[in-house]
């Protein structure tokens, strides 16, 4: 189902539930997809709608948190990325993640550590063409900051390749779905890349963080837009359905 711009979606949201338990969902009115036959001009519209949702309520809540609130949330994303890792990685190896926006979740604090542990922390930074570079990451090193207010580390620059050679992926989002559906911020970036890894990388190795109440039953998708089939939040982290038919 299409919905107009003076008419947002009713998209409501589901908490995340740890590894290994099922994911109970709220029933939401259904969205528009490829499977359903959906036009890429009202998938395109339903994206935009969501998104224009999403971005105005996550700097809402971090305001709606103040700085203890933050300092809590920031912990509960240090300690499960933290576990996450460890789980993945049982010496030092080479994580791709990503620096965060004021909005996004807090990770700074869990890259620092992971940094101090030894690890190597790749993040991209934006280039012509839609494409992403990947550069190494030192907490210690002030960057030059992006028009969005980003760090951007300087050095060498590597290709999508260090992103599929990478131990351990943070993959950010906007949203997604019961069924691992990303909803990105738009310019198709990691929809570039995401498709480059292999089964066993996505499945094993990769993961998306968002914050708990960005999973929702359904979102609209293309068929070729990202899934991820393990989600991280300030909850703990989970299997999508996709994963679980795997």
Known sequence: MTQTSSSPPPYKTSPAIPMGHTMPLNTTAATSNSEAGASADDIALDK???????????????????????????????RHILEAIAQRLHSPGTIAAYLPTKSEPPIIEALTRLHKDGHRI???????????????WDPAVEHPLSPMGIP??????????????????????????AGGHRLG?????????????????????????VFADEIYEAIPYDRWDAILPVILTEEGIFRTSQQSSM
Not at 61 to 74: C, D, F, I
Not at 156 to 175: K, S
């Open 152 to 177: 951007e580390p300087e050095g060498e620059e590597q290709d999508e390749q260090a992103f599929v050679n990478a131990d351990v992926r943070l993959i950010p989002a906007l949203a997604f779905d």
């Open 122 to 136: 790749l993040v991209p930074v934006v280039r012509p063409g839609r494409k992403l570079a990947w550069v190494h």
């Open 185 to 209: 911020q738009g310019g198709g970036y990691y929809d570039r890349i995401i498709p480059l890894l292999s089964a066993q990388q996505l499945q094993e190795q990769s993961i998306g963080v």
């Open 48 to 78: 935009d709608i969501l998104r224009s949702q999403i971005r105005p309520h996550r700097l809402t809540a971090r305001s709606h948190r103040g700085e203890q609130g933050q300092q809590r949330m920031t912990n509960l994303f240090t």
